[in-house]
């Protein structure tokens, strides 16, 4: 009778045990559920005093390098391009943005000035958070600190593969890469095979090389079927060969 209440508590015992080790796993999944769940758009909206939503136009600038850093963005609709120029007065393009994306979040980590320009590619809805606003949502909303968080963890690998491939690959597959990735293949869910329209001389300055050069890669690529222009230009998931080909 002992041993069987023993073997019983003990039994007892090792389910709590279980119970708690699966507890964090059983958090984690429903953080990971409320910030799928969670719609920053319609968020953005309710936020109030800090937030103001931007219904900006083509080339409008939002903000320069140099400037003040003192809110975060978000983009709501449309595309954002982020340029840098050097001391020499070199521009590169760093990074098109697009729904989804934050921008300007270094001031949350003592950035004092803006160390890109960022500029609307197209009529696009922004949403511009100060600073304090911004420090006040994160400690008072879970789901869209989660939801901010996720994106700066992704951003962060996007920005080591961008160093590795510029460090690594030659100008031809930086521009496959590129062109791959604002199709959104490699994505959940189905890619978007058309580009919006976009310029040689963009994709020069994104990838570090000439628009003479991005002519005859996209000519080569058009005459291999890897890509077509048709509104726009269609990309085919077969240009990863480009990428992989050592």
């Known amino acids: 009778m ?3 209440k023993g073997a019983g508590m003990a039994m007892a015992a090792a389910a709590k045990t279980e119970s708690a080790k699966s507890k964090p796993s ?3 999944k429903t953080a990971r559920t409320e910030a799928a769940r969670f719609d920053p758009k319609i968020f953005l909206t309710k936020v109030g005093n800090g937030t103001t939503i931007l219904n900006s136009a083509k080339k409008h600038v939002l903000f320069s390098q140099g400037d003040a ?5 978000y983009v709501q609709t449309g595309r954002v391009k982020l340029t840098v120029v050097s001391p020499q007065g070199k521009e590169a393009v760093v990074g098109i943005l697009e729904p989804g994306a934050f921008f300007g979040e270094g001031c949350l980590a003592g950035q004092v000035v803006c160390m890109a320009t960022a500029t609307v590619l197209e009529a696009s809805t922004i949403a511009r958070i100060d600073k304090v606003a911004m420090i006040r949502v994160l400690n008072e909303e879970p789901a869209f600190a989660a939801l901010f968080v996720a994106y700066l963890l992704s951003h962060s690998i996007r920005i080591q593969a961008d160093l590795v491939d510029h460090l690594f690959n030659s100008a031809e ?3 496959a890469r590129i062109l791959l990735l604002m199709a959104h293949f490699g994505k959940e869910g189905q890619p978007v095979p058309v580009i919006p329209q976009i310029s ?4 020069a300055d994104m990838i570090g090389t000439t628009r003479s050069r991005v002519s005859f890669f996209l000519s ?4 291999l079927g890897f890509i077509k222009y048709n ?3 269609e990309v085919h998931s077969s240009l990863l060969n480009i990428v992989l080909h050592d």
């Open 2 to 4: 002992g041993r069987q």
């Open 200 to 203: 040689q001389e963009m994709l």
């Open 69 to 73: 850093a003192n809110a975060v963005f």
């Open 220 to 223: 080569r690529f058009k005459k």
């Open 173 to 175: 597959k930086r521009l």
């Open 231 to 233: 509104g726009g230009l």
């Open 26 to 28: 059983r958090m984690a």
